[in-house]
């Protein structure tokens, strides 16, 4: 998701069966790939975990 302010923040989220998760940081297009790692690597957690959604 992305939020139209400033210099384009993106937000990081994953659904999981009707629950969408927010990811607890932002990032610009500057530091994209490294919170992109990260966020995949919180949703493998995630999915490691079998948290309940």
């Known amino acids: 998701m ?3 302010q400033e210099s384009g923040y993106r937000l990081c989220f994953v659904r999981r069966g009707k629950a ?3 990811l607890p940081f932002v ?3 500057g530091s994209q790939e490294q919170y992109i790692h990260v966020a995949q690597r ?3 957690e995630i ?3 079998n948290y309940e959604v």
């Open 2 to 4: 992305r939020i139209h």
């Open 27 to 29: 990032g610009g297009k």
């Open 42 to 44: 919180l949703a493998k």
């Open 47 to 49: 999915d490691d975990e």
């Open 20 to 22: 969408v998760i927010l």
